[in-house]
């Protein structure tokens, strides 16, 4: 078994670790308290090949793997969680679903666009009477019967919905056919009958602009299609399962960024004549804190090893995914205690880690729905 990572996977981790200190660090407590989209910042990771990691050269991506991608995100989220919610999302989501099951109009085009930072993709599945009961959603694509398709409905919790300029949208096609009567579809938000709702305030990663998003009498060709016609809950599950190895990666960034500043902290604050880090009970969060920061990292790592590798990876994401989120949470509440009043001030990014690492315990699936993906996989029972 070997730990190393390559020198390009080093290479593109010192990259991002270069651009999160210079540029995204300073200028994240901004962006949250504004909730404004750090358009800039993503333009900079664009023109690096931040997002389009795992996109092939030839469609202007940067042609590496999954593992480099984590340290990627981990890297940019330790900075600031909502710019790696982006980075996630238009990585793993968009840029995955193109590459794999696009057309080569589809990567000349849109990916292309995407991948070098030019345009911001999106990936449109839940609705707001549905999140994790992904099936039950009513946005309806139906056939006009001369080769396109009229879409009408509305998504909701859309990460980069208010200034996306492609969407991967999941609609009805056959809604007698349940999961296996949805379809993918390459959406450009350019085009009449697509628009924006009100932008979403949010806890945390409030930098990552979200929205509602609505079709109506939308037009699609048949050239939109994704994959092909009832295929799309799958393909939506399938790219859920890279989705949730990047926000893992993400929860990862927040705990170690968390983890360092209580260590940091630890051996600087001092009461009762010692630096509290002496104290045997803030002694035992540190340790605790390491063992969960572990776990989630190597766990994460993982599952981005099997999927480079082109091995089965579905219930070592949703593992990585709940480990890694779930000690997010834990490692950002004690990071809060152990700097007591200065982790509850907004004068120190210690409360902003604990605002942001809740939504890694919600979106691409709950932490209920990795226990049902990881239980499911394992028992082989529904
Ligand atoms: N890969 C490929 N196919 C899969 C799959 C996977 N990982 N998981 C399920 N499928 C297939 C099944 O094999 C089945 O196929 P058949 O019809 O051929 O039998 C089909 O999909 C339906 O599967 P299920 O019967 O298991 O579906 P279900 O309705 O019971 O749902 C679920 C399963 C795991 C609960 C699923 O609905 C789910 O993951 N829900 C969570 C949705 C989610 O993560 N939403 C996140 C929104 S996106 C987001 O947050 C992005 C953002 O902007 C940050």
Known sequence: MDFSFTEEQLMLQELAARIAREKIAPSAAGHDAAASYPLENIRLLGENGLMGIEVPVQFGG?????????LAISEIAAADAAHATILSVNNSLFCTALTLHGSDAHKQGALRQVAEG????????????????????????EAT????????????????????DWVILFAVTDPQAGSRGITAF????????????????????RASATCEIRFDDYLAEAA?????????????????????????????????????????YAQQRQAFGQAIGSFQLIQAKIADMKCKLDAATWL????????????????????????????AMWIAHQAVQIHGGMGY???????RYFRDAKITEIYEGTSEIQRIVIARNETGLR
């Open 300 to 327: 994460t790592l993982r599952a981005a090893w099997l999927k480079g590798q082109g091995q089965p990876f579905s219930t070592e994401a949703a593992v990585a995914k709940l480990t890694a989120s779930e000690a």
């Open 224 to 264: 939109d299609v994704i994959g092909a016609p009832g295929q799309g809950f799958k393909l939506a599950m399938s790219l859920l399962d890279g989705g949730r190895i990047g926000i893992a990666a993400q929860a990862v960034g927040i705990a170690r960024a968390a983890y360092q500043a209580s260590v940091a």
């Open 345 to 351: 001030s907004q004068e120190l990014p210690v409360e």
């Open 145 to 164: 019967g001369t080769g396109q398709w009229r879409i009408n409905g509305a998504k909701s919790w859309i990460t980069s919905g208010p200034v996306a």
């Open 118 to 141: 030019r345009a911001i993709g999106a990936f449109a599945l839940t609705e707001a009477h549905c999140g994790s009961d992904a099936t039950a959603m009513r946005c309806r694509a």
């Open 186 to 205: 390459l959406i450009d938000t350019t085009r009449a009958g697509f628009s924006r709702g009100k932008s979403e305030p949010k806890m945390g990663v």
């Open 62 to 70: 940067a042609g590496m793997d999954p593992v480099a991608t984590v």
